[in-house]
Nanobody, 130 residues
Framework: QVRLVESGGGSVQTGGSLTLTCSYS????????MTWFRQADGNEREEVAG????????YYADSVKGRFTNYQDHAENDLYLGMNDLKPEDRALYYC???????????????????????WGQGTQVTVSS
C-alpha cells in the first residue's frame, strides 16, 4: 500500500522560502513518477513539479520555473519541493502524488495529467502574505 505524507508548509512573506517534504512508502521509488500538485481556494488542482529519477528528469509548471526545485532522497524515501521567491499566488494546499505504474519516457508528456495519479497525500498548506 502506498502512503504519502506531506509536511513543511507554513506562512511566509513575499520573497520568502520554504521546503516541503513528502515522506513516502512505495516500492522501487526510483522507477516511480512523483509529482507535486497544489490547489488554491476556488481553483482546480494544478501541477507544480514532477520527477522521474530513473530518467533523471524533472518537470516544472511555467509559473514556478526558476523558483522551485523538485528532488528526492532515495535513502530516506523523501521527496522535496524547495520553493524560493514565493509570491502571493503560490498560496495553496500542496499535495504529492504518485502513479502506480512504472515510470518512463511517456512521463515527459503526461506528468501534468492529474487523472493518472493513483495515490495522494493529505496536503500541506502554504500561505504567502504580501
Amino acid at each position: 500500500q502506498v502512503r504519502l505524507v506531506e509536511s513543511g508548509g507554513g506562512s511566509v512573506q513575499t520573497g520568502g522560502s520554504l521546503t516541503l517534504t513528502c515522506s513516502y512508502s512505495v516500492d522501487d521509488d526510483a522507477s516511480r513518477c512523483m509529482t507535486w500538485f497544489r490547489q488554491a481556494d476556488g481553483n482546480e488542482r494544478e501541477e507544480v513539479a514532477g520527477i522521474y529519477s530513473h530518467g533523471l528528469r524533472a518537470y516544472y509548471a511555467d509559473s514556478v520555473k526558476g523558483r522551485f526545485t523538485n528532488y528526492q532522497d532515495h535513502a530516506e524515501n523523501d521527496l522535496y519541493l524547495g520553493m524560493n521567491d514565493l509570491k502571493p499566488e503560490d498560496r495553496a494546499l500542496y499535495y504529492c502524488a504518485t502513479i502506480l505504474t512504472v515510470c518512463g519516457s511517456w512521463f515527459r508528456e503526461q506528468w501534468n495529467n492529474r487523472r493518472l495519479y493513483h495515490s495522494w497525500g493529505q496536503g500541506t498548506q502554504v500561505t504567502v502574505s504580501s
